[in-house]
């Protein structure tokens, strides 16, 4: 079975200082993709960034970053320079080969002032 | 564009009642997806479309829940009768070309169903 594991349910930081969220996941695929999507308190989910497999290259969209390390199937998140806007449920995920995207359970972070 | 649209935002019922949500997607997605979110499961696919054609039903959790797609711009997801196990926050959700190719899911802001 594919999965995808988050295993830190929340996680509180200081505003303009980093967090790093952990994700691992299980596939036997050669090439997938790997995402993470915030939730805010609105509930409306919204891309944060994705990673596709094949690049070795760590994908990078402003104060988000991410680790990624395919042999030890690990996908981690990193904020960066954390805002109090920042503060959400964020969700590792990936179809892997299928077209249904496995989430994890959910990290909660929150940036206090 | 608007964003993918869903109604109602919240709706209570009491068991044994219809309830239909709707979903409006971004215009020249191919693919709608529905899922429901609790705390005790996550978030789970119930049903996903390609181009208005339902492709895989797996999560629809049993007989009393149905999706249809009737057109590019609308579907619905029916729960009939709804019982309380049934309250969730369900979305919908909308992409030009698939996760599995990277595409990125457009989420609408959820429908928060009770019921009672």
């Known amino acids: 079975a594919q999965t995808v594991t988050q295993s830190q349910p929340e996680m509180s930081v200081q505003e303009a200082e980093t967090v790093t969220l952990s994700c691992t996941y299980d596939?036997?695929?050669?090439?997938?993709?790997l995402f993470w999507y915030k939730q805010p308190p609105s509930r409306q989910m919204i891309l944060v960034i994705r990673q596709e497999a094949y690049k070795q290259q760590n994908a990078t969209e402003n104060r988000f970053s991410v680790n990624f390390q395919k042999a030890a199937k690990s996908f981690s998140l990193k904020i960066s320079d954390s805002q109090l806007g920042d503060t959400a449920m964020y969700f590792c995920?990936?179809?892997?080969?299928?077209?249904?995207?496995?989430f994890g359970a959910g990290t909660t972070v929150t940036v206090r002032a | 564009d608007a964003g993918v649209i869903q109604s109602p935002r919240h709706e209570v019922t009491e068991m044994g009642q219809e309830v239909t949500l709707r979903c409006k997607p971004i215009s020249g997605h191919d693919y709608l997806f529905w899922y429901r979110q609790t705390m005790m499961r996550g978030l789970e696919l119930l049903i996903y479309?390609?181009?208005?054609?339902?492709?895989?039903d797996s999560g629809m959790p049993e007989d009393r829940f149905s999706a249809k797609m009737p057109n590019a711009s609308f579907s619905t997801l029916k729960i009939q009768p709804s019982e309380p196990r049934d309250s969730a926050v369900y979305f919908c959700?909308?992409?030009?070309?698939?996760?599995?190719?990277?595409?990125?899911?457009?989420f609408g802001e959820g429908s928060r169903l009770t019921v009672l």
């Open positions: 959700a909308s992409s030009f070309y698939p996760g599995v190719q990277g595409g990125e899911l457009f």
């Open positions: 596939t036997s695929e050669n090439n997938y993709y």
């Open positions: 479309f390609n181009n208005n054609v339902p492709i895989d």
């Open positions: 995920a990936s179809p892997f080969n299928d077209y249904k995207l496995s």
